[in-house]
């Protein structure tokens, strides 16, 4: 459930954030009158979002169990490429993201009430397509049959909804920059479980071998249904007796994936900017 809530907060605040930008930067320059287009964009986008993730829950049922598997795993390996580019790319972002949509925001104010539309919408239906397609491989990959999963993804969007409204009202100043390199650090254990579950699915659709092939055994020491083998499982997908390629490509991916994501943004680019305050910022 931690995981999914994770998920919910970190992208929920991110499209949160983006939407308190465009309305407070239309509020102080006096354009209210292109509110309504903007929230004409974000709806469209949170619509296409949610149709999207009910497309692969209700779509998934249908196939036979070895497609049903080859989707998950497919859909899990797309879903931990796009959190990564997302996590990478927000941390190499977040400083400047107010002034990015300020110019896209005067360039559309110019074109008229069809690319305010636009703006709004692509500004938040990356985030939502992206939240609704690794929440639907998160879930798929440590549901346990109970709305747990989803319940920890509402109460992360809740939470980011009221952090956004806060922002806003001037009446929360945290270090942005800080807070997505530790919850975009977070996300990456999480799509290394993720991906690790998503190649098991392919092994059992019959696309990978290797599924029989165990690199250890500690079910008797975790048991699945205890209470910290569950907890193990919802954080981190967890799995007590992974194959040996899934120990692999979790290894594989994780190490060197949060060696780049904590290594320096670039040669020298702290000599560059040693003075760069920190992200408090307040919209």
Known sequence: MFSNYLIGLREGLEASLVVCILIAYLVKTGRRDALKPIWAGIVIAV???????????????????????????????VAVGLVTWMVFWMRRTARHLKSELHGRLDAALAMGTGALVATAFLAVGREGLETALFVWASVHAASDGTPRPLIGVALGLA??????????????????AKFFTWTGAMLVVVAAGVLAYGVHDLQEAGWIPGLGSLAFDISDTVPPDSWYGTLLKGVFNFQPDPTVLQATVWLVYL???????????GSGAGKRQPSTPPVHDKV
């Open 47 to 77: 619509a296409i979002a949610m149709g999207f993730g009910c497309v692969l829950e209700f779509g998934s049922q249908e196939l036979t169990f070895e497609a049903q598997e080859a989707l998950g795993g497919s859909l899990s390996i």
């Open 159 to 176: 939470t980011a909804v009221l952090l956004g409204w806060l922002f806003y009202r001037g009446a929360l100043r945290i270090n942005l």
């Open 255 to 265: 190490v060197p994936t949060l060696a780049l994501f904590f290594a320096p943004a």
